[in-house]
């Protein structure tokens, strides 16, 4: 079954990415106050007040959904429709005064993202798409390439602390593409998805890193998916791995599972 998502849930997604742009935007390379989260990760006062406009309009517009906030938790989570928010995906990016930050609106369905959007405040670019709308950049349609050989092939990841125990697997990828890349944080997914790169790997993320990016990616003909190739929820492990195509895909999940 298709996902119903209509012309008044697009039309919020996009007035949340502006709202939370217009604060980072207003807060980037400028002091903030920052502080250390449970997890060790930071979080600004720009992370904080994004995510409180993004909520109340959400609560304005649609007061049954649910809510997913990085930074204030779940509401009506149990909801068909959940937004799952991550205000300043980079929060490091942002901090260091690096353009490749963005904010995350992801719509799931029924436990499945079905509409994402991706936008980087500074450049004013926004990538957005899911079930039954295609990719757009900046209103522009947009598509994944085609990469003959993984030998070919640009890699992003954002960096190599965040494999960890699977920094062997990844590094099976790594050794054999043309290009790697380090540190575009959710930047990275928006690139693929216009063809101007053919693979993002990422470990460690949750929910809120990634229920934007699976829409957009797909909606542009890209596969996303955990490592083992199943479909990513906002119960997977955080073992995420993109690609143009569904060849260059499967060549990566081999890699990753190989030993």
Partial sequence: ??????????????????????????????????????DASP????????????????????????????????????????????????????????????????????????????EQPHLRERWAGGAGHATTLNGQPVRTRLCPALAQATLFATSPEMFGANLPAFERVRSRVRYP???????????????????????????????ALVPVVEAAGGVITDWQGQPLTPDSDGRVVAAGDSHLHGEVLRLLADG
Wanted: one cysteine or more; glycine letters at 8%.
């Fill in 181 to 211: 890349v380090w540190g575009c944080d959710c930047y990275a997914f928006g690139l693929v998805a216009s063809g101007f790169a053919d693979l993002a790997i990422e470990a460690g993320l949750s929910a809120y890193d990634w229920c």
């Fill in 1 to 38: 079954m298709t996902a119903p998502v209509t012309a008044a849930m697009i039309a919020l997604a996009d007035e949340l990415a502006e709202a939370a742009a217009a604060i980072a935007r207003r807060y980037f390379r400028t002091p903030v106050t920052v502080d250390t989260k449970a």
């Fill in 43 to 118: 979080v600004s006062i720009a992370d904080r007040e994004a995510e409180r406009a993004m909520r109340a309009l959400i609560e304005a517009r649609f007061p049954d959904h649910g809510i997913w906030g990085e930074e204030f938790g779940r509401v009506r989570e149990g909801a068909d429709f959940v937004w799952v928010l991550d205000p300043i995906d980079g929060t490091k990016a942002f901090l260091a005064g690096k353009p490749t930050f963005g904010v995350l609106v992801g719509l799931v369905w029924r436990n499945r993202p079905v509409y994402g959007v991706i």
